[in-house]
Structure formats: C-alpha cells, structure tokens
C-alpha cells in the first residue's frame, strides 16, 4: 500500500500516519520527494480511515510493484493489463507533447562539436521536423584516459543551437552534482544506461522540474527498467520518458540487440511515453532507418537519433551517426507509418 | 574459392577439376548434392582456366563464407552490402512468390488438431488473406513424456485441410527420415530452431524439391544461420526461406527477444527472403500483432503466425496463440504498412 | 506417472495397460525403446493395482520431469534434493568407472589426425593416466566448405591408437545412419552441443549398447539438457554422461563461460556423473588448467580435454588445445585436490 | 602514452608539458586524481625527452588500455600476458594481505542487522577465520518502497561488532556523499554491481585513502569491469580488489552465472587481486560450498559470503544465506586446497 501525503505537509501529521500503520503491524519505508510518500507493507486491515487522516492526499491500496508508473489511482485501482487510451498516457514538454499520438523526434550528434557544427546541425534537424537536439557535454566512457565531454561549456554551446531553432535540449547528467549546472541548458535530463540503477541519482531527478528520459539498463530487464522509473516519479516527478536502446546478447553482427518486443510491454504495464534509439540498438548506421520504422510501427512515441552534418567526422560514436537526408527520410516515413495506422485504426 | 560442376558430370572430369587444384596447391573439399560442388582453400593462381574446364558449370572467386547465399555470381563477385533490388531476391512457391514485394503470410495452429478444426482454422486462415497454413506433426519436445505429434496421420488431415482452401502447407521435419514421408504432403519443409545446426538433416533437404524455411537457432548467430542456408543451397536447393523467431536473452517478461536488427542486416548479407514469426518471437498474444507490424516496416517479406479458431483450446503453445480477428487485423495492417512505404519508396 | 513395463512384453498386455489408465481418464504417451515405457497424465487414481498387473516392470508415481535421470525408484520416490551417496552415482565403462569418485579423464586432438600422430598422441594421454582418448571423425561444422572429418577411416585409426594403450575411445555421432558405423569402433558415443535437442538422434542412442556422452547445448537450461538425457535413458539406455562446455554469453575474452554452477545443480537434480570440458569451455589454452582445478574442486566426476603432441599444429581448434606438460599437470593437480577434499571429508 | 606527473606538481610545470605535447600533435586529456595524469593520443615521437621534463614522475608508452591495473611500469612495458609472481600483485589492508598467498574471507549478513545479531555473526565469523565482516548499511534496492538500509546507524553498528572481534568491515558506498560518512566506520569501501560503470563515484574513490571492493557489473565484460578498476586507479588509489559475483544469462536454475573464467582471464591482465562472492554468484545457499571450492582451485585470492547465525531469519537474501557451519566448512576446505596446490606447485 502506497500513502501519497499532502505537499508541505507538517512532521506532526506525518508521524500520526506512520503510527496508524505501525500499529496495525504494518511496516512502514518514508520516501522524501517532493511529497513524502509512505510504502506500508504487511498489517491488518481494514484502511478505509486513511484516505481521511489529516495530510494524506491519496491511498494506492493492492498496488503492483510500480503504482505511479502503471497510472495507478485510488478510484481506479490497478488498471486491466491493456492498452491505456491516449488522453490517459504522455504529457507536454515545452509547447511539444510526447506519448499522446505525435511523434517527438530527437537528433544530434552523440557529444557536443563546436559552435559552428552544432549550429549547422542544429539547423538541418529542425528543418526536417523534429522536436529535440540532443547533444552530450558530460559523457560516460569506459575509459578513464577518453575524452569526457566538455562539460557545462558544451552545455552552453548546444543550448545556443538549440534555441536558435525552437528545438528543446536533451542532455546526459552522470551524477546528481551535475543537475544544477544542467539544468540551467537543458530541457530534458538523460539518464544513461550506465545509470540506469543509479538510485541516489534518480531520486535526486525525482525532484528535478524538468522531465527526465530515462534509459533502459544495458541488461536490464523491462521490470527492473519500470522500477527504476518508479524511483524518479515516487519522488515527485511524474514526467519521465522510457527509451529502448537495445540489450546486450551473444550476436556480434550489431552493437546490441534492440529489443523491440519491450513496446507492447510498456504500453500494458505503463503510462509512460517511449522513445526507441536505434543508433545504439544496432551500431551501424545502415541499419538505423529500418529500425527506426520498425519502431514506429510496433508503437514507439518517439525517436532518439544520432544524426551529423558530416557523420564520418562525429567526434563520437561515427560508425551508428546517420546523414541528415538519413534523418529526413526517417521522419517521413515516420510519419506515413503513423497516418497510414491511424487510417486503420491500429 | 568455389566451383560448381554441372548436373550429372562424370567421376572422370570431376577428378580432373580436383587434380588441376590440388597441383597448385589447393585444399580442396568435395560437396556431394544436387550437383557437386568443390570448395577450394589455399594455392596459387592464376584460375583463368578453370571455368574453361569439361563439366565446370560456374567459379566463385573471392568469395564469401557464404556466396550462394550472398548471391555471388561468377561476373559478378560479391556485392556491394546493399539493399539488392526485388528482382534478384525471393522465389515463387507454387503459384505465390517470396521475397518480392508481396507479403507471404503463413498462420495455423501449433499442432495438427482433429481434421474438423483443421478444416475451420484453414477456412478462416485462407480467408483472410494467407498463402500458407502452418501445423506442426512431427513436434519437437522438450520432454520425452509429451506428446511427439501425430506423424504422418497428422500431415495428411493437415494436407487435406490446405488443399480445400488454396493454402500451401509448412509442417516440420525433424529427422532425414521424416523427408520422403513428408514430401507427399507439404509444401514447404520447415527446420525447428533446435535443428539450425543439424548439418545431416540441411545437406537432406538439400537435395529435396520443396523450399526450405529456416528458423534461426535459439542462440544462433546471424552468420552461423547463414551458414546454415548455406548448406542447404550448396546441396541443391536455392529455395530457402529464413525465419526469425527471438533469441535467448535474461528478459523474462517475453518468451524470447524478438530480433528484428537482423532483417536489415540479412538484407544486405543475403538474397534470401526472410520471414518473421511474432509468436515464438514474444510468446505472448498480447504482443503479436505490434511485432508483426513491426516486422513488416522493418523489411519481412512474411509472417509466420500461431493462429487458432478457439486459441485457449490449442493443443500447445495456447499462450502466443492469436484469434482469427488478431490475425484478420495484422494482415490489414501490414498491407496498409507496405502501401504506405512504397508511396514513399521506402 | 511413468510405467515402465518388462523387456519384450507382449503388445496385448501393453493393450491392457493402456486401456487401464485411459479408462481413467488419463492421456497416454507410448515410448518405444529397449522397453516399452507409459507416460500417463492426469486421470483419477488410485494407481495401487498397476503394479501388479502382468507386463509390468515398476510405476514412478508423483515423478519429477525427468524421473530416471533423477534416480527415482518405486519403493523410493522422488529423492529429496540432496547430494546422494557416491554408490548410487555413476556407472562402469569397460574396467573404468565414471562418477563413483575416481577421475575420468578424457583427452586428445579435436579431429582424427594422421595414425602416427594418434599414436603419438594416445601414448602420452595414456602415461599421463588418462581412461579415455577422444578425436573426432565426424565433425560438425559451421561453414559446408569447411573440411568435414574423416568419418569411418578415421574413426579406424583412433580405435586402433587407444587399443594399443588401453584407452577408451569416445568420438561424436550426429545422425542416426552414423550409429552402426560409430559402435564398431567407439566406446562412448559422444553427442555434440549443436545436436542435444536432436531428439531423434537421442532416441537412437538409447537403443545402443554403449554409453552416451552428452555435451550441453550452446544455450540450453540446465533443464533442457535434463531433459535431453532422459530422452537418451526412457529409450532403454540409462549410461549416460553429461558434459559442461561453456554456455554463450556476452563475453568475449573467452570463447564461451564455463558453467561451474551447474555442477551442484546437477548433483541434485540427477544420478548421472558429468565431466566438464574446460578446452571449449574457455577457448584460450592458457586458461585451461585453472578451470580443470576448479571443476575437480565443484566436484566434476571427469574432465573432457584437447590435447596434442604439438597444439600449434593441431587440425582445428589450436587455440584451445594444450601440450602434454600441460596435460599431466592437470592430472597431478586433480588428484592432488580430489585426495584433500577426500580427507576433509568434502 | 600515459604520463604521471609529480605530487603537488604546479601548474606551470603541468602546462608546459601539455604544450609539448600538442605541440608534437597528441590529443591531451587531463584526470585530475591524487596526482595530475595526463593521456596523450596521437602526435608524434620520439618522445624520450618526456621523462625528463620538471613534474614529470614516470611516462607510460605503449601502454595497453589499463596500464595501471594491468601493472605497467615505465622500465618495464607492458608485462607479457602471463601469471605475474605473487610478489607483484595484491597489497596490504591493515594488518592483512591480500593477493599474496594469504585467503582473504569476508562474511556477515547482507544488511546490518542489530547489534546483538551483529555481535552473534562477527564472532562466529571471527572465529571461522575470516579476516573481514560484511553488512550493508546503505542498499541499492530494484523498488523504491523496499527498506533502503539503516544508514549511517548501521554502519556504527556494524563498525562496532567488526572492532570487537578484529575484523575488517567491508560495506558498500553507493554514492560520492556517501564516501566521507563512510569511511569513519568502513575497513574496505564497497561498488556494487549495479553502479560499476558509475564513472562519478569511482573517481571520488580513487581519492579515498581506504581500498575499494570493485564487483563486477551484472553484465559487464571483463575489459569494461578493469576499465572501471583503472578509473579508481588512475584517481590515486592503487588498492582496488575485484569481485566477481555472477554476471545475467538466460540460465534459471541459478541467480546468476558464475563466471570463474574470469580468474585466469584476469591473472593474465591484472596485478590486482581477485576475490569470489558464491552467494551472489549462485543465489541458491545449497550451491555456495561447492562453487567457493571452485573459486579457489582456480585461483580466486579471497571470498565474499553472505552468511548468518540464522539464515532463514536473515532481513535479505535468505535464499543465498549460509550458516555458521558452512562458514567453518567452506574456510577449512578451502585451506586444505590451497595447501595441496602449493605442494604440488599450482
């Protein structure tokens, strides 16, 4: 059972729940997010008292493992395992939406270039229509001895691009200490699949008031990824984006494996909005345009591109970076996949 | 290096082709099929005259690990890695064609059931727009205690049912002895995953007149399936058909992890039409109809598909089973899918 | 429910039998191997009388999947899952026996070599005190041009190499019409990891007289491969050896991961005794000594090893074969472990 | 090329080599650790005069991607890839060593339990002969509802039972805030699985004057999982141990897949020592004995376990939870097989 308290709410009043749980034998884990949420396991019933106590704003009663992220409420409790309709899932991000039927593109280059490039680039991604730049400045990377992007610099660097063509900013923070330096550039926070178990970090993003895009684990399963996204919105921030980028396995033809099969799962056990990277879920730029319409078609809100006006110089990651003539076909045929489904009523 | 003899060339000129190879130096293995086939490793050229030579019918030099499969010709060696045009790819199957801009959709049950439900499964299968049906006789069992199917007595309810409704029949071989029975009634010779690797049994069906569908091995490589083929080619029969059905990964919410990256990659690896079954794929009928779609806009030339007039009452696998419906729908919208990318000639 | 009936009963009593439990609601599956064995599920008990009715050898009621395998037995039904004692394990092969608590190990070249090299080869795998010679005359292969064993002829100079020095000879089948031609020669007919879900070929191999050495399958459960063996003993053959072999991973400093952990596992759950191969389990000569010690140390009844006089110029798999030094430092160091453990009691 | 410069080196003197370096057209990446290192890429040599320059203390060429980790030293490049002698690898940790001969045994309850079941373990593990105590006192938990750990309270708790009986506390840091609080109470910092690609955190380790325990990530590759050593490393923190504790496959039977292949990979590439942790590594308590056996005949340097007074009562991990008995027979083993090895000079 999940007891979602008020905002603000006093320690007093807080302390009067804790004790009526407690003395029902329940046990009692305090989440302090932006609200204080109590996670009551065990105990007698009947609770029919607590949806009225002082400072309680909700009760999430026989709740699954991921109540917030399933959409759960305390009228309507967990919701049959199907497909939620639009208007229940998604939400808005700047003046775009994502996860209510438009397709929110995201392109750039892996780490951020100079000012020149990231304008050029900048430019040709809004001109073929998508929503987002996305750009790393601080970048994870297996070796100590690598380049390790060029911090808030680069933040500011790819800030100006993207706002000199109504794109919104996606960027990686590695750590919470690079929130409040990230946040004032960026529109959306990335989590890395190195940090996808990261929960100091996504607790920390909890109380971020900027959405958060969250990606899957390099092998981590759909549960473990949902549970993750659990930690960002129990803390007070319901705005959080799921995206696939491909799983580790033995096939050595790709980079990872895209597991596309983890569309249909989402949409039944959540109300979060998806987004698919088929740069990193294959590694090889040849194959990034098909996977891109796969993805669309099994039902993704969203795509995350690795894109370069010259992609054979990327200073990162060149080998999975399409063109931009790349990038116009993908949204095309994004977008007649789209209307074509929307005409039959998938 | 390798060389095609022609059909039905003497012992005599075929020691000759192996005497002129291992005089300069090669190692050389024969290939007993259709035709015989040398693959020559090691020596020193030139070869200029081997193509010359009485009962050659065709030299690849330079070739891949797997050039009839790749559709290497002797003028013109590998090719680039790209997208081959429609015209080289595919095959007819009796009247229908593979690999060539038309869906091939197969859909049936997972075992042979009693000839009336097979009778109404083929009825509905037939109707909604399928070119195949698929039921299983000879059935591959994890347990030596499970049911092993119904042999030959199933193939021919299974045949009967086909027949009446204008559908080409797939059904399982498991063993080279299974072949001369199963030829009499079905139309494609299927190869479980668990049987990617049996190189008995593809050398056998390299020498049948029926196509071939492959599935992949449940951890199997792409190249290692590739290699597969190959030898099913290499022994007489061009006609094969691959089938991605998921590989082995930790995700424990699907079955297996559908891996749609290889379609674009047997697309530039190979001239062989690929087809794609959702419901080994995800095992879950709740999923089948997003991956099929998914499928489709990643390039699948056909569906493989687990169908069933009352799926709770399926013999086997009743889990990834679909209704007629689900399946009525996927055909709708894969054709709507592939109206739609080539308007955009993708 | 397993009933197993008497060797060459009469096909009117199995009638009965069948009738028997149909009449009570039961489904039947028949298996035919040395003898004939009734797999029954669900239908209303009890069961007292079919013991006792004429043709009938033993019942295995409330059985596990895998009941022989497992070592069930009438009077004593499924053991709790414990390690048994060492008398119940094991079996003899000619004078050696195999999983009673002395070491069986197995070594040689990957294929049949020259008869000098074999000689070679077998006197030093017989001085270092090894039971068995293995060499493969059959040789599955990925690629069709790749060269494919010597079959029969080499399969002739193995068998005399390990008469001259004592030596078992254990060589690969992977088809049923290689069984006869292998018995002549063999004394333990191993099955490859690419075949153990070829079910027909374990079905053969349970009608044959000599004992089947059972290599798991590139990424089966260890269930799986339970289940693979039982298909081997319910058709009449209950000496059967498992071998681990490294299962596929993500990892790539070693061809393959050793799966130590399934030795306790298969302690539990079988009577069978196991070898571990650390050659393909690790893929790198130099890590083969370390992964022998451990697999003794987890309690392996044998180790599976690719040895040659001179491994750089080994036929195939070189870079996992290990010199003769190599070879009797694995034994030395075995022994050394096996007689401590032995002493603590472990 | 690696070049470390001198402790407390100004910055003057960091510039100029720097320059010299760019100027010879290397790309230069700076990690500021305990010392200032600098990797160069690219440019060209000779490079001789580099060793000479002012602040300079040693230039690594040549180098391999884990110079450090791999225990290059300028005089003498990159070791050749085989068992350093014991004198080179491993390090002290108090009074103990580790890596040099000596088994290192770290035992205790998943979590800090309280201080009376405390006291009860660290005795019991004390007196079994171990050299450190575990407990967990901050926990990365998959829901953000599960009991997250006692925190600082527990590890007083904790910090006074491992006093009492002379042990080393071993506990797990999660975070870079965590490290100060940390290190008043902990003997060895800990990085769990999930958090070693956290690049953030184990650069804040390398200026911790404590070791760090580094476990492997859950699906890491072994270059990933030195490449992280390397980061700590390269901070100023030679003294890292490794922990290898199961990685994800699609295997059922156990928790994870214990990679012991990983023993001798890492004695090839490694100066640093290695320990085993079965409990995590098998997941099931009835397979820990036999695998910690294993671990060391492969030449594991230490073990970690998860075991209690009362297992079944234990807050965690129950499942993979050994008693005191199994402590006592796991340590007494593991002696005796170190012992028979030296002998025989494994």
Chains 1, 2, 3, 4 share one sequence.
Request: with cysteine; glycine share 10%.
């Amino acid at each position: 059972m999940i007891v979602i308290l008020e905002r603000g709410v006093r320690e007093g009043l807080i302390a009067r729940v804790v004790e009526r749980l407690t003395a029902a034998g329940a046990r009692v884990q305090r989440l302090d997010g932006e609200r204080v949420t109590l996670a009551a396991s065990g105990g007698a019933g009947p609770w029919d008292d607590l949806a009225g106590m002082p400072g309680v704003a909700s009760v999430l009663e026989n709740s699954s493992a991921t109540p917030l992220v399933a959409g759960e409420t305390p009228s309507q409790p967990p919701p049959a395992p199907k497909n939620p309709g639009h208007e229940e899932r998604g939400f808005r991000v700047g003046e775009r939406r994502i996860g209510q039927g438009e397709l929110f593109v995201v392109a750039g280059p892996c780490s951020v270039e100079d000012p020149e490039t990231m304008e050029r680039i900048a430019c040709a991604v809004a001109a073929a229509g998508a929503a987002g730049l996305r750009a790393g400045a601080f970048k994870p990377r297996s070796s100590p001895y690598a380049f390790q992007g060029m911090g808030e610099e680069g933040l500011a660097v790819a800030h100006r691009a993207a706002r000199n063509h109504g794109l919104l900013l996606v960027s990686e923070v590695m750590d919470a200490t690079q929130i409040p330096v990230a946040v004032r550039y960026v529109d959306i926070l990335q989590v890395g699949a190195r940090n996808m178990y990261n929960t100091p970090l996504l607790r920390e993003l909890g109380r971020a008031r900027k959405p958060v895009l969250l990606k899957r684990g390099l092998s981590a399963t759909i549960e473990e990824w949902l549970s993750a996204a659990e930690y960002v919105v129990s803390a007070g921030n319901p705005r959080v984006i799921l995206c696939e980028r491909g799983i580790r396995t033995f096939e050595t033809a790709t980079r990872n494996t895209l597991d596309l099969n983890a569309l249909p799962v989402l949409r039944e056990r959540s109300r979060l909005p998806v987004v698919v990277d088929p740069s990193h879920g294959t590694g090889r730029r040849a194959y990034v345009r098909a996977m891109a319409r796969a993805a669309v078609a099994a039902g993704a809100d969203g795509l995350l591109l690795e894109v370069h006006v010259e992609p054979d110089r990327a200073f990162s990651d060149a080998a999975q970076t399409v063109d931009i003539p790349t990038l116009e076909a993908i949204v095309r045929e994004a977008r007649v996949l789209l209307r074509a489904l929307a005409e039959v009523g998938a």
